[in-house]
C-alpha cells in the first residue's frame, strides 16, 4: 500500500456486469486479474507492469451475448479508479508520453491528465479479431477508460502488421506514459496549470 493513499476502488453493478477494481498509482506492477475476457487481462496485465501500478481486478459480465459490455464497463471503472486515486493533481508532472516498440509494431500514447475528457484514436488493425476478441473493442476500452478519467488521451500507431502485437504495444505505452503523467516532480508547486486548478 502507498504511503500516501493514491488508490482508487470502484465497485459497479449492472445487469450486464459485475465489477470490483483496485488501481494504486504508486504500486510495484502487482496484478491480480481475473476476467472472461483473456485477451483484456493480457492487455490489462501489461499495462500494469509497465506502469508500475498496483492493479486488481473481479470482473463478470455476459461474455455469452459478446466481450462489448464487459470490457466497456472495465474501462469504464478503470477510469473512475484513476480519478479517484489523483486526487487533487499537485505535484504531478501531468504530461506523459511513451513511444513503444513490439517487434514490427510501434505505439505511442500522449497523456494528459487535464480534468477535460477527448480521446483521439489513431490505429487499424489488419485482423478484426484475436482469438475471440473483436479489435473494435480497443477504442471502445479507451474511450470509456478517458470519459470517466478526466483525462485527454491520444493513441497513435504508427504502423505494423500483426494485430496481437499491435495492441500490445498500445497497451505498454499507455501504461508507461500514465505512469509519467502521474509522476511527482519537487520542482512543480500545487498543480501544473496556469488556472491553479486541474
Not at 500516501?4 to 494504486?24: A, F, P, W, Y
Not at 489488419?126 to 470509456?144: D, N
Amino acid at each position: 500500500m502507498s504511503v500516501d493513499g493514491r488508490i482508487g476502488t470502484i465497485r459497479r453493478e449492472t445487469t450486464e456486469t459485475q465489477i470490483s477494481l483496485t488501481l494504486n498509482l504508486d504500486g510495484e506492477g502487482k496484478r491480480d486479474l481475473s476476467l472472461p475476457v483473456p485477451f483484456l487481462a493480457h492487455m490489462l496485465d501489461l499495462f500494469a507492469k509497465h506502469g508500475g501500478f498496483d492493479l486488481t481486478l473481479d470482473a463478470k459480465g455476459d461474455v455469452e451475448i459478446d466481450d462489448h459490455h464487459t470490457v466497456e464497463d472495465i474501462g469504464i471503472c478503470l477510469g473512475q479508479a484513476f480519478r479517484q486515486a489523483i486526487g487533487d493533481k499537485k505535484g504531478i508532472r501531468r504530461y506523459g508520453n511513451r513511444f513503444t516498440p513490439m517487434d514490427e509494431s510501434l505505439a505511442q500514447v500522449t497523456i494528459d491528465i487535464s480534468g477535460r475528457s477527448f480521446l483521439v484514436f489513431h490505429a487499424e488493425f489488419p485482423s478484426e479479431r484475436v482469438g475471440t476478441f473483436p479489435t473494435e473493442l480497443v477504442e471502445e476500452f479507451f474511450r470509456a477508460f478517458t470519459s470517466n478519467a478526466g483525462v485527454t488521451l491520444h493513441v497513435n500507431l504508427h504502423y505494423g502488421t500483426n494485430t496481437h502485437h499491435m495492441i500490445e504495444a498500445i497497451f505498454k505505452a499507455f501504461g508507461g506514459a500514465l505512469a509519467e503523467a502521474v509522476a511527482r516532480d519537487e520542482k512543480i508547486r500545487g498543480v501544473l496549470s496556469t488556472k491553479g486548478v486541474l
